[in-house]
């Protein structure tokens, strides 16, 4: 059983009370890591993606449809990872606000907030503590952020879509006419991939810098 798990477990059986700084900073880099390398290969299938759909520029159909199919390929593989990190983005959230909620354990017991979060079930709790960004907040954002715990959104990923293919073949007919140029094609070619999980990680690549 990994740390994650052992994390859940001691969570749900009593939340807060018991959990060590040390474990959940330790915990809290080993998904900081994970991310980070999910991140770079997704950037590698990109630029791979990228190379396939230059070399069908100009090319005959059969070329054209075998390079296809590796692109799709490839779209698959990053959507999965996509998935991937997603999943990896929630746990750090989870653990990275537990951190907060324990560094502010004094003040918070003092404010009579540490009760109030201890009485929400331990599921409900986590899935929420996944939701929120407390990071960079000022205690008493932190404290405002808390009493909004219950405004949880909930991501969805969406249907694999259908005609792939022809959107990439499309896609070379747009720059074999001189419409569009070559890199700006690939950056709007959205095949496989949902457009929130771009957005997201995006947002979380500029973070990371």
């Known amino acids: 059983m990994g740390f994650w798990d052992k994390l859940i477990g001691r969570?749900?059986?009593?939340?807060?009370?018991?959990?060590?700084i040390r474990d959940l900073e330790g915990e809290r880099i080993r998904l900081k890591s994970k991310l980070d390398r999910i991140k770079k290969e997704i950037?590698?299938?990109?630029?791979?993606?990228?190379?396939?759909?230059?070399?069908?520029?100009g090319a005959d159909t059969l070329t054209k449809k075998m390079l296809a199919q590796d692109i799709k390929s490839i779209e698959v593989e990053m959507k999965l990872k996509y998935r991937s990190f997603q999943t990896y983005q929630k746990q750090f959230n989870f653990v990275n606000n537990l951190l907060i909620v324990k560094k502010y354990e004094k003040e918070?017991?003092?404010?009579?907030?540490?009760?109030?979060?201890?009485?929400?079930?331990?599921?409900?709790?986590?899935?929420?503590?996944?939701?929120?960004v407390l990071d960079g907040k000022e205690f008493d954002e932190t404290v405002e952020n808390l009493n909004r715990v219950f405004e949880m959104r909930i991501d969805e990923f969406e249907e694999e879509t259908d005609g792939a293919e022809k959107k990439i073949f499309e896609a070379w007919g747009q720059v074999e006419r001189g419409e569009m140029d070559s890199e700006d094609v690939v950056n709007n070619l959205n095949l496989d991939v949902d457009e929130e999980d771009r957005e997201l990680f995006k947002r979380l690549e500029k973070?990371?810098?």
Do not use: T
């Open 207 to 209: 973070e990371s810098k």
């Open 108 to 132: 918070l017991k003092n404010i009579g907030m540490w009760n109030k979060i201890k009485n929400i079930p331990p599921e409900l709790l986590e899935a929420k503590l996944r939701d929120i």
């Open 11 to 20: 969570f749900q059986k009593n939340p807060l009370e018991k959990l060590s």
């Open 43 to 57: 950037k590698s299938l990109d630029r791979q993606k990228r190379e396939l759909f230059k070399e069908g520029v």
